[in-house]
């Protein structure tokens, strides 16, 4: 069912909204779908139906976008490129540097972090570090740590 039925709009109410939707700029939606002026516009936006109708329109019009490669696309195509599959980027420094960045998405880097941990309680300073380093640990799925003396 389109939008202009489930909601009960006229042509230009539904023209107002796939622009709005697209642009976000209530004039250039305005005329475009025939109104006189912006006034027109933020007039339509106070209308319940014309929210609503919004609403639904915003998710399919990002999936026609192609302004913003989503994470999936990038990781797509940094894999073409590792693999040669993308003309002009044969070199193979080019293709190591996408093989990087493809393995920073994913996460698949240790991180390390040294830290003076004087406390004599171990489990202590590994739940602090733990708690410091969540943020990285929700990006690389998993977190441990070590607590070995560095230099002795």
């Given at each position: 069912?389109?939008?202009?039925?489930?909601y009960?709009?006229t042509k230009?109410?539904?023209?107002f909204?796939?622009?709005?939707?697209s642009?976000?700029?209530?004039?250039?939606?305005?005329l475009?779908a025939g109104?006189?002026?912006?006034?027109e516009?933020?007039?339509?936006?106070?209308?319940?139906k014309i929210?609503?109708?919004?609403?639904?329109?915003?998710p399919?019009v990002?999936?026609?976008t192609?302004?913003i490669?989503d994470?999936?696309e990038r990781?797509?195509?940094?894999?073409r490129?590792?693999?040669?599959?993308?003309?002009?980027?044969?070199d193979?420094?080019?293709?190591l540097k996408?093989?990087?960045m493809l393995?920073?998405?994913?996460?698949?880097?240790?991180i390390?972090v040294?830290a003076?941990?004087?406390?004599?309680?171990?489990?202590a300073?590994r739940?602090?570090?733990?708690?410091?380093?969540r943020g990285t640990a929700?990006r690389?799925?998993?977190?441990?740590?070590?607590?070995?003396?560095?230099g002795e």
């Amino acid at each position: 069912m389109t939008i202009r039925r489930r909601y009960k709009l006229t042509k230009r109410q539904a023209s107002f909204v796939s622009h709005y939707a697209s642009s976000g700029i209530v004039s250039e939606a305005s005329l475009k779908a025939g109104y006189a002026g912006a006034q027109e516009g933020h007039r339509l936006l106070k209308q319940e139906k014309i929210r609503l109708a919004l609403q639904d329109a915003r998710p399919s019009v990002r999936r026609k976008t192609v302004a913003i490669a989503d994470r999936g696309e990038r990781q797509e195509w940094l894999t073409r490129i590792i693999r040669g599959h993308e003309s002009g980027m044969e070199d193979p420094a080019v293709r190591l540097k996408a093989c990087d960045m493809l393995c920073r998405m994913q996460g698949d880097y240790v991180i390390r972090v040294e830290a003076d941990v004087t406390a004599i309680d171990k489990t202590a300073a590994r739940e602090r570090l733990t708690r410091l380093l969540r943020g990285t640990a929700e990006r690389a799925g998993a977190i441990t740590v070590d607590l070995e003396p560095i230099g002795e």
